[in-house]
């Protein structure tokens, strides 16, 4: 088993950058898809990036496509959650996620704490 660790969160103010990065705290994401979801107050979560275990397929929700990128480095064990011209609606509460099977999906077994981002107008 393994249980993601988010680190990078912050405030910030909007059209700024953040990276948001994750490790595991026990095992390894070694073959495991990873991925990235948030939750704003009051909303449903959402899917906002995810990554194959060889980094080769990468895939985005709709809402964050261009501005979020995602990469993972094996060889040290981390995700990444790079964000570009951050909104206001992107505040929430990102969570990594990770998943022995193909993709993360909200049903993934391995979720982390969370971080929270705000930004800000």
């Known amino acids: 088993q393994v249980q993601p660790v988010e680190s990078g969160g912050g405030s910030v103010q909007a059209g700024g950058s953040l990276r948001l990065s994750c490790q595991p705290s026990?095992?390894?994401?070694?073959?495991?898809?990873l991925g990235w979801f948030r939750q704003a107050p009051g909303k449903e979560r959402e899917f906002v990036a995810g990554?194959?275990?060889?980094?080769?397929?990468?895939m985005y929700g709709i809402s964050v496509k261009g501005r979020f990128t995602i990469s993972r480095d094996n060889a040290i064990d981390t995700v990444y959650l790079q964000m570009s011209s951050l909104k206001p609606e992107d505040t929430a509460v990102y969570f990594c996620?990770?998943?022995?099977?193909?993709?993360?999906?909200?049903?993934?077994?391995?979720w982390g704490q969370g971080t929270q981002v705000t930004v800000s107008s």
């Open positions: 026990g095992g390894t994401f070694k073959n495991y898809a």
């Open positions: 996620v990770a998943d022995p099977r193909m993709a993360v999906t909200t049903n993934s077994n391995y």
């Open positions: 990554i194959s275990w060889n980094g080769q397929q990468t």
